[in-house]
């Protein structure tokens, strides 16, 4: 399978910034009091698909990649899997 363009990869990542705060403090649905921060998103290289990377806001060692339409699920319905709480400057 051919990879995407960079112009239509900029696009999608342009897109997926609307969708997710770079620098934001988001909690999970299954764990509220747990903290993460969103530092970037990216593109996994063997095929082309958006991924969330977050830091384990207790431990910001632990650095983590979610796939962006996994981040972006409702598990449950009208409950996202990760909430936005707040926006770092």
Known sequence: MPHKSHEDLEREL???KTQVRIGG???HYKNPDHKVRVTA???QE????LCVIYQDM???KLVFVRDLDVWLEEPVKGT???RLVTEEE
């Open 58 to 60: 207790a431990n910001e």
């Open 46 to 49: 063997a095929t082309d698909k």
């Open 80 to 82: 996202p899997r990760f």
């Open 25 to 27: 403090i988001y909690l």
């Open 14 to 16: 342009g897109i997926a």
């Open 41 to 43: 998103i990216g593109v």
